[in-house]
């Protein structure tokens, strides 16, 4: 069965900090798919990135970066210099094949971004 | 702005009431998704369809049903509503309804309180 464990339940950094947002998941499938989503305050859940499992490069989008690591089951997610916008739950998910059915999704991260 | 559109996004209502939540996918995606999030138990899957089939079941209750109509819109409707039902409850899009291809887009979701 698939697991995602989101362990931090909630993180606080001072506004331009780095902060890293762990995602450790566990399948038995060799293909399978990683998101990420972010869900700030007002409560939309937002798309942020979607990763295969065949690719482990890094991507980098502005402040967010992903680090992929096959060999330690993670998906980890980081924000160069934060900023008080970036105050939110943010979810990682994992998608085996077959269908959105078997998107299984973390508990979440809370990142309270201090100003 | 995801595209997709939420109505209602409050709803308030009593115990054994019924109440319908409606979807509209985002222009041209064909799957409509819902899912629940509780604060116990996190994102929860219900129930996908696509182009106007239901594609996969997930731990819906038999109290609760769905459709999605030719115009591709979406209701859900829960009944016999019992306090624990209360939740936010997302509906989410996609292109294809596979996630290799094309990522889930959520709306803004309903915030169901069942009193």
């Known amino acids: 069965a698939q697991k995602v464990t989101q362990a931090q339940t909630e993180i606080s950094v001072v506004e331009k900090e780095d902060v890293t947002l762990d995602c450790v998941y566990e399948?038995?499938?060799?293909?399978?798919?990683l998101f990420w989503y972010k869900q700030p305050p007002s409560g939309e859940l937002v798309f942020l990135i979607r990763?295969?499992?065949?690719?482990?490069q890094n991507e980098i989008s502005g402040r967010y970066s992903w680090n992929f690591q096959k060999s330690t089951s993670s998906f980890n997610f980081t924000i160069t210099a934060s900023q008080v916008v970036d105050s939110a739950v943010y979810f990682c998910?994992?998608?085996?094949?077959?269908?959105?059915?078997?998107?299984?999704f973390g508990t979440g991260t809370k990142l309270q971004v201090i100003p | 702005d995801s595209g997709v559109t939420q109505t209602p996004k409050h709803l308030i209502t009593a115990t054994g009431q019924r109440v319908t939540l409606r979807c509209s996918p985002r222009?041209?995606?064909?799957?409509v998704y819902w899912y629940q999030q509780s604060l116990d138990q996190g994102l929860q899957f219900l129930i996908q369809?696509?182009?106007?089939?239901?594609?996969a079941k997930g731990n819906i209750l038999e109290r609760f049903s769905a459709q999605q109509f030719p115009d591709l819109h979406s209701e859900l409707n829960l009944s016999s509503l019992e306090l624990g039902d209360s939740a936010l409850y997302f509906c989410?899009?996609?292109?294809?309804?596979?996630?290799?291809?094309?990522?889930?887009?959520f709306g803004n979701g309903t915030r169901l309180t069942v009193t």
């Open positions: 989410a899009s996609s292109q294809t309804g596979q996630p290799y291809n094309s990522p889930l887009h």
């Open positions: 399948t038995r499938d060799t293909t399978y798919y």
């Open positions: 990763r295969n499992s065949f690719d482990e």
């Open positions: 998910a994992l998608s085996e094949p077959g269908g959105y059915q078997k998107v299984t």
């Open positions: 222009s041209g995606d064909l799957s």
């Open positions: 369809y696509y182009n106007g089939e239901e594609r």
